[in-house]
């Protein structure tokens, strides 16, 4: 398979590669960066358990009020991994998006309720991003709303953009929240060499603007591709794998509520 083609690196390299913990330098910086985030946790255990065993400084989307949600998190934060709120949210195609689900349909009162529970059931996240959500996302009224309770749980967001006509990340901005979009879906397609395709387009974005957000899922197919590229992704492709509070520190040097962009969104 295409993906297999990657440089056999020595111990030395691979070493370097594990080095991951310290502050980043201003030439680290400098790297094209790629924030990789897995959503849909909290349903499946062994699926969660093992994204969370990926290596490196992947962000983890997790479903509130799923079943092992507090415990995703609670390993997450022992690993020291990073949690984000996947906030489950209407769809136009109608589909369900699972408890705790953010609609329309809401008063803005219970609206704000339902949005509340979901960030108090999601311990240690540093942020929220939207699960599904075209439907709801392109709302500006509601996304509005959203941002001012996001602002309040002093959270970062990162708009998934399911939708092209989403105003998540400009309602975001609008209320000084710090945000990120997402540039590649990983899996829409579960097979190894559209993965791969996939990513290499994240590193092309990475490339060409400083950082890309990715979003992928504990799927078999993904989870056996990322466990063979993150070990050697800097040493074979010059590229850092970030966290998103990583990412938003770098877009946002100056500071709460003003907006230095760098990343050219």
């Not at 022992?78 to 408890?99: A, D, Q």
């Not at 809401?106 to 075209?134: I, T």
């Not at 998934?160 to 006509?165: D, G, L």
């Amino acid at each position: 398979m295409a993906f297999l083609q990657y440089p056999i690196i020595g111990l030395l390299a691979l070493l370097s590669a594990l080095a991951g913990t310290s502050m980043p330098t201003q030439a680290e910086q400098a790297r094209p960066s790629i924030v990789l985030i897995i959503d849909d946790l909290g349903y499946n255990w062994p699926r969660s358990k093992r994204a969370l065993s990926l290596h490196g400084a992947v962000t983890y989307g997790v479903l509130p009020h799923t079943p092992y949600s507090r415990q995703v998190a609670e390993q997450a934060q022992r690993y020291g991994k990073e949690i984000i709120v996947h906030v489950p949210m209407s769809s136009v195609h109608r589909y369900h998006p699972g408890p705790g689900s953010l609609s329309e349909n809401l008063s803005r009162q219970h609206f704000v309720q339902v949005l509340n529970s979901n960030l108090q059931a999601v311990p240690h996240a540093r942020g929220a991003n939207n699960h599904m959500g075209s439907a709801l996302t392109q709302n500006e009224s509601l996304m509005s709303l959203l941002m001012q309770e996001i602002g309040r749980h002093e959270l970062y967001f990162i708009d998934s953009r399911t939708s092209v006509n989403t105003v998540a990340a400009s309602m975001a901005g609008l209320h000084n929240i710090k945000h990120l979009s997402r540039d590649v879906f990983l899996d829409n397609e579960q097979e190894t060499d559209a993965i791969h395709r996939q990513f290499q387009r994240l590193l092309r974005v990475a490339r060409q603007r400083g950082v890309a957000v990715g979003i992928g899922h504990p799927h078999r197919a993904t989870l056996d591709y990322l466990e063979v590229v993150l070990p050697v992704l800097e040493s074979s492709e010059n590229v850092r794998l970030i966290s998103g509070s990583e990412a938003i520190a770098q877009r946002y040097p100056a500071g709460p509520g003003q907006l230095a962009l760098k990343l050219g969104k």
